[in-house]
């Protein structure tokens, strides 16, 4: 069975560091686009950054210079690395695989309704 095991969520005071792990089977992987998502209570979840088979990433501007995605391909993980923690980032944050295009991210990276599959979510919370 295909699936995604977030891991590194906790709490950080604002200006702070954390580190998210995404474990995934071998096939979602390999031949996946992956990408974080983030969910706050009462807002609509929204993506953070992606990944594609080449290393190509995407992320929304709230997070760019602050923010980085990667992928360890011989541990089939994908790290968020979050820098310079703001309140605003306090969220459930997802990871998902879109594996549509074989690893390959697609116009509509952004958009939930993209990816197949998804993690159980890890807690971020940044507060003083």
């Known amino acids: 069975q295909e699936q995604l095991a977030e891991s590194g969520g906790g709490s950080a005071q604002p200006g702070g560091s954390l580190r998210l792990s995404c474990s995934a089977s071998?096939?979602?992987?390999?031949?996946?686009?992956m990408a974080w998502f983030r969910q706050a209570p009462g807002k609509d979840r929204e993506v953070v950054a992606s990944?594609?088979?080449?290393?190509?990433?995407h992320s929304v501007d709230s997070v760019k210079g602050r923010f980085t995605i990667t992928r360890d391909g011989s541990k089939n993980t994908v790290y968020l690395q979050m820098n310079s923690l703001k309140p605003e980032d306090t969220a459930i944050y997802y990871c998902?695989?879109?594996?549509?295009?074989?690893?390959?991210?697609?116009?509509?990276?952004?958009?939930?309704?993209?990816?197949?599959?998804w993690g159980q979510g890890t807690q971020v919370t940044v507060s003083s």
């Open positions: 071998v096939y979602i992987d390999k031949t996946s686009c």
């Open positions: 990944l594609d088979r080449g290393g190509t990433t």
């Open positions: 998902a695989a879109d594996p549509q295009f074989h690893g390959w991210c697609g116009g509509a990276w952004n958009l939930p309704s993209e990816y197949d599959y």
